[in-house]
C-alpha cells in the first residue's frame, strides 16, 4: 500500500519485449528445418481435429491434434479452446476439473491488466496440466455489432483497452510454456455468414481501429501464433490476404510466430501458403486437406518455392521452442487440488470485479443485513450462472448443461455454471428469507407483497456461430420485470447477458447490475456484491444502445439466408458488411459523432461508495505525450474502486479513449495518480500515401472523465501539441 505522495503511474506502451529470445528461437528452428525432410516439413503445416471423425488416435482430445518430427526432438503436440478456461469438447477427455472464467465482456470491464494476467496464468497452468502446447484464447475483436453472437468472447469495443487486456491474457497464458493465439484475425464481427462475409472497411480506419487492437496485444503480449478470422477481409478471405499477412502482420509489425487458419477456415493451397498462412487448422472441416497434397504438388509444380515452405515450418518451430514445448511429448495430467482452489478464487475476484452497477436509486443496493425476507425470481437462479454457447465453453464437471446449438454437426451445450446464485445468496444473508419464484408475471404479480425486495435475474443467451437477432430480453422477461417492479416495494435487475440489452423497464426498477455470464465465480461475486462484501468496482466495456436505430446498421442480414458454420454446404452467395459508416468510430465515438444518446456510455459503472477528484493538472510531458495527473479521494463510507478515464479528442474527430487507471481505495483515502497517454497511435491519424500515423500539430482536447459520456466530463484541457510521426 503505497502512502498519499507516492503517484500510481499508468502507462500504456509496452513497458518490455514479451519475446526477447525471438531472434535465437528462430535460428534454433532453422537448424531443426534444415535438417527436414520435405515430408516432415510439410507434416507441421496441418493440423487435424482432436476429437470427432478423422481425429488421430493419440490426440489427447482438443480443438486439435498436431503432428511433429520425433526424430528430431519436435513430439506431437495438442491444442485446446480459448479465452475463458480450458474446454473439454463433448466430454472427449472424461470429466476433469477446469475452471470457467467470466466472460470475455467481463474481463473487459474490469479495466484491470493484473488481472487479465493472472487469468492468463491459471489457463496456462490448466492447459500445461492437461497436456496442452497451444491455448487458442486471445479472443479479441472489437465490438461493433452489439447483437453478435460471439461478443461474449471478446473484451469490447474499444482498441486500446482490448489491445492491453489482450496482451496481458497472453503473457499470463505463455508464461506458463504454452503458446496463446490471438484471434480472429481481423474484422470479425459477427457470426451470420461469417465463413464467407467480407468485411469491408477502408484500410486507415481499420488501421486505427480493429488491428490497431491487435498490434497493441501483440506488442504487450508477443503471442506466437495468430489466428486468422472465417472472414473475408475487404473481399480476399482472411487467410488468404496478402495484406493483411504478409503486409501487415509479418511486414509492418514484424510478426515472427506463426498465422494459423480457423477451423475450417482455409481456402486454397498456393494463394493461401502465399498469401501468409502458415498452417491449415481443423482440415476435416475444410472441403479438401490443402496443405497435404496439395501444397506438395504446389511446390512441386513451382507455384510455392520451396523457401516458403522452410518458413512456414520454422516459424511453427520457433513458436515451440521458445515455449519449450520440443523433447517429450506432453502427458495428459489435471491441475491439482491447490491449483484449483486458487483458481476458484481468481474466477470470483474477477467475476466480482467485472460486475456494473448501472443504476442505484436511493442506494437500494447493497440490500442491508437485516432484510427480513428477499424474492428471487429467475428461470435458473436456482441452478447456475449462464455460459455463453460455442467453442469456449468450458464445463466442469458440476456444470449444468442443456440443449444448445450445433456447429458442424457438433451438438454444443448451453451450461450453466454452478454454484446457483440462489444459495450463494442464501449463505450470504443467513438471517433473511429468501424465496424463489421460476417466474411468470402472473405468478410474480401475486406471489409478491409491496413491502418486498426482489431479485430478479434476467438472461440472455449467446452463442458463436449464431447472432442474436435484436437487443431484448426474450421469453417475456421485460413483463416480468415491469410486473415484479409494480408488484414489490424495491426491485432489482441483474443481467446475465452476453453484453447490451434493452431495458423498456428501467425507469420502473431500482437498481440493475450487469453481471455478463460471471464463470464458476460468478454466484459468489454476484451474491457479494448484491450484500455489499464488494463494492461493484466495473466499468462497462462497450455501450449500450437505446434501441437498434442507434446502431451504424440497424438491419442484420437474415442468418436463415446464409451459411454461417464451417463443414456445412454453402448457401447465400457472399454477403459483404459496410464498416465505413462508422469507420474507426467504433461504439462510443460513433455516439459522440452522430449525438446520439445511448442508455449507458462505455465507461459507465457506479459504486457504494463515492469519490472526488482534486489538484487535477493536465499537461504534455518532456516527450510530448498528454499526461493527467489528479488525486482520488474515497469520500464515502464503504472501501471502492474508482476507474479515471482520460479521452482525447484530436483537432478534428471524436474523443477516445488514451488512459485509465484502476483505483482502490479504503473510506477517507486518496491517491495521487497519473495516467500518460503514451501511445500516440490512440489519437493520431493513420496515412496510407506516406505509411505512418501522423499526430496533427494543434489544439488537442484532453478529458479526465468517469465515462465516455460527455456529461460525465470532471476536467477538460486544450492542449497545443506539436506534429509527430510513428512508422506503421
Ligand atoms: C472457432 C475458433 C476455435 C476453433 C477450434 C472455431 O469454430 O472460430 O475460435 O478456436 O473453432 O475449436
Known amino acids: 500500500m503505497g502512502s498519499e505522495q507516492d503517484v500510481v503511474e499508468a502507462r500504456f506502451r509496452a513497458a518490455e519485449d514479451p519475446w526477447p529470445s525471438r531472434e535465437q528461437d528462430a535460428a534454433a528452428a532453422a537448424e531443426l528445418v534444415g535438417q527436414m525432410t520435405f515430408e516432415e516439413k510439410l507434416a507441421l503445416l496441418s493440423a487435424p481435429m482432436g476429437y470427432g471423425p478423422g481425429a488421430p488416435e493419440d490426440a489427447v482430445g482438443s480443438a486439435a491434434r498436431a503432428q511433429g518430427v520425433p526424430r528430431l526432438g519436435v513430439p506431437a503436440w495438442d491444442e485446446s479452446d480459448a479465452s475463458l478456461g480450458v474446454t473439454n469438447p463433448m466430454s472427449v477427455r472424461g470429466d476433469g476439473p477446469a475452471t470457467a472464467f467470466p466472460s470475455g465482456l467481463a474481463l473487459g470491464a474490469t479495466f484491470d491488466r493484473g488481472l487479465a494476467e493472472a487469468q492468463g496464468r491459471a489457463i496456462g497452468v490448466e492447459a500445461r496440466a492437461v497436456g496442452m502446447s497451444v491455448q487458442l484464447a486471445g479472443g479479441m475483436n472489437l465490438v461493433r455489432e452489439p447483437r453478435g453472437g460471439r461478443n461474449f468472447e471478446y473484451l469490447g469495443e474499444d482498441a486500446l483497452l482490448t489491445g492491453v487486456l489482450a496482451g496481458a491474457s497472453v503473457r499470463g497464458i505463455q508464461e506458463q510454456g504454452v503458446i496463446s493465439t490471438v484471434k480472429h484475425f481481423a474484422l470479425n464481427p459477427q457470426e451470420t455468414g461469417r465463413v464467407m462475409v467480407s468485411s469491408d472497411l477502408a484500410e486507415p480506419q481499420l488501421r486505427a481501429s480493429d488491428l490497431l487492437a491487435f498490434q497493441i496485444a501483440l506488442e504487450h503480449g508477443g503471442p506466437r501464433a495468430v489466428m486468422s478470422g472465417y472472414n473475408r477481409v475487404n473481399r480476399l478471405y482472411a487467410s488468404e490476404n496478402p495484406w493483411l499477412l504478409n503486409g501487415v502482420l509479418k511486414g509492418d509489425w514484424g510478426f515472427r510466430g506463426f498465422v494459423m487458419s480457423d477451423w475450417g477456415g482455409t481456402h486454397s493451397a498456393a494463394a493461401a501458403a502465399t ?20 501444397l506438395e504438388a504446389a511446390v512441386e509444380g513451382g507455384r510455392v518455392p520451396m523457401s516458403r515452405i522452410d518458413d512456414m515450418a520454422v516459424r511453427i518451430l520457433t513458436a515451440l521452442l521458445s515455449i519449450g514445448a520440443t523433447g517429450e511429448r506432453r502427458g495428459a495430467g489435471a491441475p491439482s487440488e491447490e491449483q484449483l482452489a486458487e483458481h476458484a478464487e481468481l474466477a470470483e475476484r474477477v467475476a466480482a470485479s467485472s460486475i456494473v452497477l448501472l443504476r442505484n436509486e436511493e442506494a437500494v443496493l447493497p440490500l442491508p443485513a437485516d432484510l427480513p425476507r428477499l424474492v428471487v425470481v429467475g428461470k435458473h437462479a436456482d441452478r447456475g450462472v449462464l455460459s455463453g454457447g460455442g467453442s469456449s465453453t468450458v464445463t466442469p464437471p458440476d456444470a449444468v448443461q442443456e440443449e444448445g446449438f450445433s456447429i458442424a454437426q457438433m451438438s454444443l451445450p448451453k451450461v450453466l455454471h454452478r454454484p446457483a446464485p440462489l444459495d450463494e445468496l442464501r449463505r450470504a444473508l443467513p438471517d433473511t428469507e429468501v424465496v424463489f419464484l421460476e417466474g411468470s408475471p402472473g405468478q410474480v404479480a401475486s406471489s409478491l407483497r409491496r413491502d418486498d425486495t426482489v431479485v430478479v435475474l434476467a438472461q440472455h443467451w449467446a452463442t458463436e456461430g449464431r447472432d442474436n437477432p435484436d437487443l431484448s430480453l426474450q421469453d417475456e422477461q421485460d413483463a416480468l420485470i415491469s410486473a415484479a417492479a409494480r408488484a414489490a416495494g424495491r426491485t432489482v435487475v441483474v443481467l446475465e447477458t452476453p453484453g447490451p440489452v434493452l ?20 454466484a459468489g461475486a454476484l451474491a457479494a456484491v448484491l450484500t455489499g462484501a464488494a463494492s461493484p468496482s466495473g466499468r ?25 458454420n464451417p463443414g456445412e454446404p454453402r ?33 459507465h459503472g457506479l459504486s457504494y461508495t463515492s469519490f472526488s477528484y482534486e489538484d487535477v493538472e493536465i499537461a504534455a510531458d518532456d516527450a510530448g505525450d498528454p499526461a493527467v495527473t489528479l488525486t482520488v479521494r474515497n469520500s464515502g463510507d464503504r472501501a471502492g474502486v474508482e476507474i479515471p478515464q482520460v479521452y482525447l479528442a484530436p483537432p478534428e474527430g471524436t474523443a477516445r479513449l488514451v488512459g485509465w487507471a484502476r483505483v482502490a481505495l479504503d473510506p477517507g483515502q486518496a491517491r495521487r495518480v497519473r495516467i500518460v497517454a503514451d501511445d500516440l497511435r490512440c489519437y493520431a491519424r493513420y496515412d496510407v500515401d506516406d505509411p505512418g500515423w501522423t499526430v496533427e500539430e494543434g489544439t488537442h482536447r484532453v478529458r479526465l472523465a468517469r465515462s465516455a459520456a460527455p456529461g460525465d466530463v470532471l476536467a477538460e484541457s486544450a492542449l497545443e501539441l506539436g506534429a509527430r510521426r510513428l512508422r506503421p
Open 503 to 522: 431495458m423498456p423497464w428501467l425507469e420502473e426498477v431500482d437498481a440493475v447490475l450487469a453481471a455478463w455470464y460471471g464463470g464458476s465465480g460468478g
Open 540 to 564: 462497462l466495456p462497450l455501450t449500450f444502445p437505446a434501441g437498434e436505430e442507434q446502431l451504424p446498421r440497424r438491419e442484420m442480414t437474415d442468418p436463415e439466408s446464409t451459411t454461417s
Open 571 to 603: 448457401t447465400g452467395g457472399s454477403p459483404a458488411i459496410d464498416y465505413d459508416v462508422e469507420g474507426a468510430d467504433v461504439g462510443y465515438r460513433w455516439y459522440e459523432r452522430e449525438g446520439l444518446e445511448p442508455l449507458f456510455w462505455f465507461g
Open 275 to 294: 498469401a501468409g498462412l502458415d498452417r491449415q487448422s481443423g482440415y476435416q472441416l475444410d472441403t479438401r486437406h490443402f496443405f497435404g497434397e496439395e
